[in-house]
Each structure stands twice: as structure tokens, then as C-alpha cells.
């Protein structure tokens, strides 16, 4: 079973950056596919960005692609999320979530663990 908890969520101006963390405990992801999706309010969970097992291969929504870097620390268990450039239609609860196998990576219902959420408010 693994746990996931975010952190690194808050309220910033448009423009401004926020890093966001997923650190996993429980059992180690250093074997498992890391995501980010988020959800704005009355808005369906969107996918975000994926990063590859090896850190080798990353994938982002076109609405994220050049303002957000997702990255990943294997020996802490743990992965990021930078976001630059961040506008007010960014505002959303931020979710990670772990996959087994790198196939279907912006389905919501293909991820096996998910984090509680933190929220990302950008004011304009």
C-alpha cells in the first residue's frame, strides 16, 4: 500500500511560481509512474503532467507545457511539481497519484493511489 501526502499548495499572484511536493511512504515509488492532476471547482480532475519511473520521459497537458516542470527524487520518495508563470485559471486542489505501468497516464480511473490534495489559489 502506498500513502501519499502533498504539500507546498498556498495563494500567489499571477505570474508567480509555487513548488509543489508528493512524498510517498508506505512502500517505495521509485517503481511506479508519478502524476499530477488537478481539479478546479464544478470541473472534472485533469491530468497535469507524468514523469517515467527513470525521471527519462515526461508528459504534460499543452495547458501546463513550458510554464510547469515535473521532476522526481527516487531516494526521497518524493516528486515535484514546479510551476512557473502561473495564471488564475491554474487555481485548482493539486492531486498526485501513482500508476503501475506507464500506459494510459491522463486517465483519472488507471491511477492506483492517490494524495488528499492541496490547494493552489492564483489571484489575478
Known amino acids: 500500500q502506498v500513502q501519499l501526502v502533498e504539500s507546498g499548495g498556498g495563494l500567489v499572484q499571477a505570474g508567480g511560481s509555487l513548488r509543489l511536493s508528493c512524498a510517498a511512504s508506505g512502500r517505495t515509488v521509485s517503481t511506479y509512474p508519478m502524476s499530477w492532476f488537478r481539479q478546479a471547482p464544478g470541473k472534472e480532475r485533469e491530468f497535469v503532467a507524468v514523469i517515467s519511473v527513470s525521471g527519462a520521459t515526461t508528459v504534460y497537458a499543452d495547458s501546463v507545457k513550458g510554464r510547469f516542470i515535473i521532476s522526481r527524487d527516487n531516494a526521497k520518495n518524493t516528486v515535484y511539481l514546479q510551476m512557473n508563470s502561473l495564471k488564475p485559471e491554474d487555481t485548482a486542489v493539486y492531486y498526485c497519484?501513482?500508476?503501475?505501468?506507464?500506459?494510459?497516464?491522463?486517465?483519472?480511473?488507471?491511477?492506483?493511489?492517490w494524495g488528499q490534495g492541496t490547494q493552489v489559489t492564483v489571484s489575478s
Open positions: 497519484a501513482a500508476k503501475y505501468t506507464f500506459r494510459d497516464v491522463t486517465v483519472v480511473v488507471a491511477y492506483e493511489y
